[in-house]
T-cell receptor, first 112, second 124 residues
Framework: GNSVTQMEGPVTLSEEAFLTINCTYTATGYPSLFWYVQYPGEGLQLLLK?????DKGSNKGFEATYRKETTSFHLEKGSVQVSDSAVYFC???????????FGTGTRLTIIP | GAVVSQHPSRVICKSGTSVKIECRSLDFQATTMFWYRQFPKQSLMLMAT?????????EQGVEKDKFLINHASLTLSTLTVTSAHPEDSSFYIC????????????????????FGPGTRLTVL
């Protein structure tokens, strides 16, 4: 079946540091890949997505590249801000309804 | 735009009682709603998919008689946990998907799910 494995947290970084949160997946075929972010007290929000191999999703300075050869979709940001503190979920979607399979989430805390 | 609310945000109940959780799409019509369950430090697990006006489709291992889902309108789905027990204590999250690409003046990806903030259920 489908599964998503992401870096365990919590992750604590200083402001302006470089961020990488690893995500690997297991799935047949060509799933869509997503990163969701959950800010305190809010619902999950779509951060970025990629629908085919070698696609790069990007938003708010975050990037992730769909790597089929390594079955990975690592999230990166060159310079994090305190406002990036949140829980980040990697997910894959299949089928017309895009049923989502989530990773366990990684809590990120950025300190000034 | 594209806001999903859940009510209540937190509920504590006695074992054996039933609890209803509401999920509403506030500014768009949701043709499909999804219900997830999240245990501490674990993934969101899809419980069921519901389409407006039809019966929900449950994931393998989810008891349909235990977790009753009703999607009677395009803006409201409810999850009722019947005869709740302590092992049902969890964080329940809904999401809603619209078939339309343009919502509230913005353009979204088709099939994008919009998530509610979740409901924390504690069964004593």
């Amino acid at each position: 079946g489908n599964s998503v494995t992401q870096m365990e947290g919590p992750v604590t970084l200083s402001e302006e540091a470089f961020l990488t949160i690893n995500c690997t997946y297991t799935a047949t075929g060509y799933p869509s890949l997503f990163w969701y972010v959950q800010y305190p007290g809010e619902g999950l929000q779509l951060l970025l997505k990629a629908t085919k191999a070698d696609d790069k999703g990007s938003n708010k300075g975050f990037e992730a590249t769909y790597r089929k050869e390594t079955t990975s979709f690592h999230l990166e940001k060159g310079s994090v801000q305190v406002s990036d503190s949140a829980v980040y979920f990697c997910a894959l979607g299949r089928g017309g309804n895009e049923k989502l399979t989530f990773g366990t989430g990684t809590r990120l805390t950025i300190i000034p | 735009g594209a806001v999903v609310s859940q009510h209540p945000s937190r509920v504590i109940c006695k074992s054996g009682t039933s609890v209803k959780i509401e999920c509403r799409s506030l500014d768009f019509q949701a043709t499909t709603m999804f219900w997830y369950r999240q245990f501490p430090k674990q993934s969101l697990m899809l419980m069921a998919t519901s389409n407006e006006g039809s019966k929900a489709t449950y994931e393998q291992g989810v008891e349909k008689d235990k977790f009753l889902i009703n999607h009677a309108s395009l803006t409201l789905s409810t999850l009722t946990v019947t005869s709740a027990h302590p092992e049902d204590s969890s964080f329940y999250i809904c999401s809603a998907r619209s078939a339309r690409r343009s919502l509230a003046g913005a353009t979204y990806s088709y099939n994008e799910q919009f998530f509610g903030p979740g409901t924390r259920l504690t069964v004593l």
